[in-house]
C-alpha cells in the first residue's frame, strides 16, 4: 500500500465518525416528523438546521455519495452496495449452489419421517385428553 491510499482510508475513517455523530446528534422535530442536524459538517457537506430525514417523497444523503465527492477511486476503498451484491452473494450465488442445501434437507427429512413411524401408546386409551 502506498502512503496515498493511507492517507485515503484515514480520510474514510473520519467521514464515518463525523458521520455516525451526525445521525446520533440530530435534533428530532416530533411536530414536522423530521431529523434535522444539529451541528455543521463540512466534509459531508451538512449545514446546521439542514434536515436529514423525513417521511415521505425524501432522499437522504447517503454516505457512499459524499465518499464519491472526496475520492476519486471510491469503489477500491469502500464495500459495495448490498443491493449490487458483495461477497455474501457471490458465496450463495457461485460456491454454496441450492442443490446442495436442498438435497441434505431432504435426506434429513427422510430420516426423521422413517422415525417418526413408531408411535407409543396412545394417550387416554385413544380417546385424546378430554377428561370425562
Not at 19 to 36: C, F, N, P, T, V
Not at 97 to 109: E, F, V
Request: with cysteine; proline share 7%; glycine share 8%.
Amino acid at each position: 500500500m502506498t502512503t496515498n491510499d493511507l492517507d485515503w482510508k484515514s480520510l474514510i475513517v473520519d467521514l464515518k465518525k463525523q458521520w455516525g455523530s451526525m445521525w446520533k446528534e440530530r435534533l428530532e422535530d416530533k411536530l414536522r416528523a423530521e431529523g434535522i442536524a444539529a451541528e455543521d459538517y463540512p466534509q459531508l457537506f451538512v449545514e446546521k438546521g439542514l434536515i436529514v430525514t423525513a417521511t415521505r417523497d425524501f432522499r437522504p444523503p447517503t454516505f457512499a455519495e459524499i465518499v464519491k465527492k472526496h475520492v476519486p477511486d471510491p469503489e477500491k476503498y469502500m464495500p459495495p452496495d448490498p443491493s449490487v451484491g458483495g461477497w455474501g452473494k457471490f458465496v450463495q450465488t457461485s460456491i454454496a449452489g441450492k442443490n446442495r442445501t436442498s438435497n441434505s434437507r431432504r435426506l434429513k427429512d427422510l430420516k426423521k419421517s422413517k422415525e417418526k413411524t413408531k408411535c407409543g401408546q396412545p394417550k387416554k386409551g385413544g380417546r385424546g385428553w378430554l377428561h370425562k
